[in-house]
């Protein structure tokens, strides 16, 4: 049975990310300075947290920076395995920086507001490990990079999917819900959650297993 994976967001600490692996996390995202949304921690705090990920869990800082030079040198300060890109680069500030970091795996993220997503996507893609699939809004006077809770249309999302070589991640108001109809309509790689496993901020440990348990429930709909 093929099996979506799952990348937990928005990780506050070592003891969030030992509940995000016991509950069969596949990756840790890393939140650090954005211009808005939940779950931003201290770099020291996200190199705590990179060391105790046991392997082979892939460990995610998402950052907000487009000069090529300052995310190589954060991605050096917190050793996180794979970069999320949240703010839109250019494909060639990304080849930039794939040069400066050789084995740190590179993770675009495509913002889907309308169908210009696709082709934006298509253009990420060749320079790209995988690419992620949110419902931010990045041309806002505060721009929205991620973490928003809501959902954005599938069907441009199941576009991407169908378009591109690289795996996809689906973000973006996923819940235990309604990720049984993403998972269906979009067929991704894997899935990023937030808020949607979350209480008063804090990741809950039920709504976390709710969430797996739908997850594998729609993964088994699939197999043939």
């Known amino acids: 049975m093929s099996r979506t994976r799952l990348k937990v967001c928005c990780i506050g600490g070592v003891d969030e990310a030992r509940l995000a692996v016991a509950a069969g996390a596949d990756a840790l995202g890393l939140v650090s300075a954005m211009p808005s949304g939940p779950g931003v921690i201290e770099e020291a705090r996200i190199a705590e947290v990179v060391l105790a990920a046991p392997p082979p869990?892939?460990?995610?800082?998402?950052?907000?920076?487009?000069?090529?030079?300052?995310?190589?040198?954060?991605?050096?300060?917190?050793?996180?395995?794979?970069?999320?890109?949240?703010?839109?680069?250019?494909?060639?500030?990304?080849?930039?920086?794939?040069a400066l970091v050789p084995g740190v795996k590179l993770v675009p993220v495509v913002h889907v507001e309308d169908d210009r997503s696709v082709a934006e996507a298509v253009a990420l893609a060749p320079h790209a490990d995988a690419l992620l699939l949110d419902s931010g809004r990045p041309s806002l006077p505060v721009p929205e990079l991620g973490g928003t809770g809501r959902t954005h249309d599938w069907a441009h999302s199941r576009a991407i999917v169908a378009a591109v070589p690289v795996p996809v991640f689906l973000a973006g108001g996923l819940r235990p819900d309604n990720v049984g109809e993403a998972i269906r309509t979009v067929?991704?790689?894997?899935?990023?959650?937030?808020?949607?496993?979350?209480?008063?901020?804090?990741?809950?440990?039920?709504?976390?297993?709710?969430?797996?348990?739908?997850?594998?429930?729609?993964?088994?709909?699939?197999?043939?």
Do not use: N, W, Y
């Open 57 to 98: 869990v892939a460990t995610f800082l998402l950052t907000s920076l487009t000069d090529p030079e300052a995310i190589a040198a954060q991605q050096r300060r917190c050793g996180a395995s794979v970069l999320q890109l949240v703010t839109p680069l250019h494909p060639g500030a990304v080849l930039q920086l794939r």
């Open 187 to 224: 067929r991704p790689f894997g899935l990023d959650l937030c808020s949607g496993v979350r209480t008063d901020g804090r990741l809950d440990a039920a709504k976390l297993r709710a969430f797996v348990v739908a997850v594998a429930a729609a993964d088994a709909s699939l197999t043939p």
